[in-house]
Structures are given as C-alpha cells and as structure tokens.
C-alpha cells in the first residue's frame, strides 16, 4: 500500500467513479423467472443463472451490494476515497423484457426508486436514467422525465435490446429524446445475442472477460458508421472499459471503412463527414471501468484526448481498492490527473 485512500480531495482532486451498479429486488426476481421458464437467452442464463442463484463468495457478495443503496455502498466509497458515484441500474436493465409493459413498469420503478435515494445523498450520489428501448417513444418521455423531473444527469442502455441495435430507425425517438434534453448516452454492455454467443458461452468468455467488449464495441462503431453523430452532433456517447478496444482498433478501422465506402462493397457504408478517430474525439468518451492499467489509460488520452477520459470502479464487479492507488499513481501531470478523476466527469454530466 502505498498510500491511504481519502474522500475529500487530500490528492488535488476528488475521485468521481462514472461507472458503478445497482439492482432492484424486482428486476432480479424478473431475471429468475426468465431463466426457469425459458425465455431468458443464452446470455442471461449464463451471467444471471449465476449471479442470482450461486451460493458462491463472488455470486452472493456482489448481489448484497448490487442491492444496497444504503450504508455499505456509502461505507465501501469512503474507504477507497470514493466522493460520489454516477448510478445506473445494472446490465441488462429491463431490456430482456418480452411484455412491453412489464419491461416499462421495472425501468419506471428502478429510477423512482434510485431518484429517491440520489435525493437523500445528493453529495454522495448521481443517477443515470434506465429506460425499456422495446417501447422507444415511452423511451423518450422517460429520458425528459429523468433529466427534468427526477434530476438524473444521463441515460443508460445497455447495448441490444432482444438482439436489436441502437442503429436502427425506430430507435431515433431515444436520440431526439437525448438531443432535447442534452444527456449523454452511456452504452453499458450486455451478454451477446443468441446470434453470435455460441463460440463466446463453450470456451467461457462471453461476460466481462471477452463479450461484453466485443458486443459493446461492435455496438459503437454500428452506430458511429450509421451516421448517428451527422444527425446528432452534439451527441456525446460514454463506453467503459477503456473504450471497448476501439482506440486500439481505430487506424485499421478507419482504413478499412474508407476501403469499404470506396469500393461500394455495403449499402449500410456510405461517407460521414468525420473519420472514426475523429468522432472518437469529439462525441466518443471513454471511462477507465475494470481497466486500472495505466499503459491502457494513457494511450487513451493520447487517442481520445484527455479531456475525453475519466475514471469508474465498475462496483461491486471490480470493487479493488489497489486500483484506485494506480489512478493516483499514473505519471500524468497533476492537471490531467484531476480531468481524469473529477473535473471531466463533472463537464459531461453538467455535475
């Protein structure tokens, strides 16, 4: 341990974690009867078949905390000197949901019951909007009362909805929505669809450690080569995990999308206005959730700017104080540091 963990700014910044979930005692109960009567896919008998059901360390640990709102969760920022924490409901939300209205009812619900306590911690806690996209024009009227009468600061979707993308245009009321209310879009990931989970499920890697990535990623770049940032551009579209590998990846995607609109190759791939890297740079921000390495954090201020970076726990997945201590440590100046931990996310989230 190299030094103490402080809430309070003891470091020349305080720590705002951009990236950290919640559960309802009835979207758990939704997500049970799913997986027994079959309805559930193959991804949320995979992630939620454990979570809520194994007596594991792990399982039963972080369905305490996904559970809490209340002292524990105020208790675990304090000893890793955590100031306040941007609150989403957790993946995959209401959007497995077959019934419409039953998927409406449990967003509804979610972020009544998260406003209520975003109210009662107002210092500690800020909240993002959940919403059904099955019902995208219920959607938008949830986003504006999100922002104007439950006071969230974002919206949360995490990635598709039943297999279906954002990029689709019977989505377009959700940006509208966006648009008016000037929230940014965190897109959280999810289990892969049934579609393309099959190699991903039998070697194990279709959570965290591979296909959420992949889903996500894959997610951004059909929405960024669908255009939506010509249409939208004020736009601002939050991933985690240090981008989804898209910084990583975006030379060869920009040349290659460039190949593809030359050669007229795919109806989908027409000319944007920008190059990928440059809407990277001014509609894409990147949080630092589950990717406490600091060669990766670093190479994203160099691709995305640094104004563009912030950080995120990702609690109660990756709750590891040591994490935070490499934050504090990375070998940036002490004004790019206090970007990366405060002031960026209190730009975006208008805090």
């Known amino acids: 341990m190299t030094h103490a963990l402080k809430t309070g700014g003891d470091r020349g910044y305080l720590r705002i974690a951009t990236e950290e979930a919640f559960a309802t005692r009835e979207q758990v109960d939704v997500y049970l009867r799913m997986v027994k009567?079959?309805?559930a896919d193959k991804g949320m008998v995979s992630l939620w078949?454990?979570?809520?059901?194994?007596?594991?360390?792990?399982?039963?640990?972080?369905?305490?905390r996904l559970l809490d709102l209340g002292?524990?969760?105020?208790?675990?920022?304090?000893?890793?000197?955590?100031?306040?924490?941007?609150?989403?409901l957790t993946s995959p939300g209401a959007q497995p949901v077959r019934d419409v209205g039953e998927a409406r009812g449990i967003a509804q619900?979610?972020?009544d019951y998260l406003a209520e306590h975003v109210a009662a911690r107002p210092d500690r806690y800020v909240g993002m909007t959940t919403v059904a996209p099955q019902d995208p024009e219920w959607?938008?009227?949830?986003?504006?009362?999100?922002?104007?009468?439950?006071?969230?600061?974002?919206?949360q979707i995490n990635s598709h909805t039943q297999g279906e993308y954002l990029d689709h245009p019977k989505f377009d009321p959700i940006f509208r929505a966006l648009a008016e209310t000037g929230h940014p879009l965190y897109i959280h990931p999810a289990t892969p669809p049934d579609a393309m989970i099959g190699p991903m499920l039998e070697a194990g890697l279709d959570g965290a450690i591979f296909g959420f990535g992949v889903d996500t990623g894959m997610h951004l770049l059909r929405l960024i080569i669908a255009g939506i940032f010509d249409r939208y551009p004020e736009l601002q579209i939050m991933v985690g995990h240090m981008g989804e590998a898209l910084p990583y990846w975006v030379y060869r995607l920009d040349y290659m999308h460039?190949?593809?609109?030359?050669?007229?190759?795919?109806?989908?791939?027409?000319?944007?206005?920008?190059?990928?890297?440059?809407?990277?740079?001014?509609?894409?921000?990147?949080?630092?959730?589950?990717?406490?390495?600091?060669?990766a954090i670093r190479f994203a201020q160099q691709v995305v700017g640094e104004d563009r970076v912030m950080y995120a726990m990702d609690y109660p997945y990756q709750f590891v104080p040591e994490e935070v201590r490499t934050h504090d440590l990375l070998d940036v100046p002490l004004a790019t540091k206090r970007k990366l931990m405060q002031t960026n996310a209190e730009r975006w989230f208008k805090l």
């Open 71 to 88: 002292e524990q969760r105020i208790r675990h920022m304090n000893e890793t000197g955590i100031d306040r924490a941007v609150l989403a």
């Open 258 to 295: 460039q190949a593809g609109v030359r050669s007229k190759r795919h109806p989908r791939m027409q000319p944007l206005r920008k190059t990928i890297l440059e809407y990277l740079r001014s509609n894409v921000l990147v949080t630092t959730s589950g990717m406490a390495w600091a060669p």
């Open 139 to 155: 959607s938008a009227r949830e986003i504006i009362r999100g922002a104007r009468q439950l006071m969230f600061k974002g919206v």
């Open 49 to 64: 078949g454990f979570y809520a059901q194994s007596p594991s360390e792990r399982a039963t640990q972080i369905m305490e």
């Open 37 to 39: 009567d079959g309805t």
């Open 109 to 111: 619900r979610a972020n």
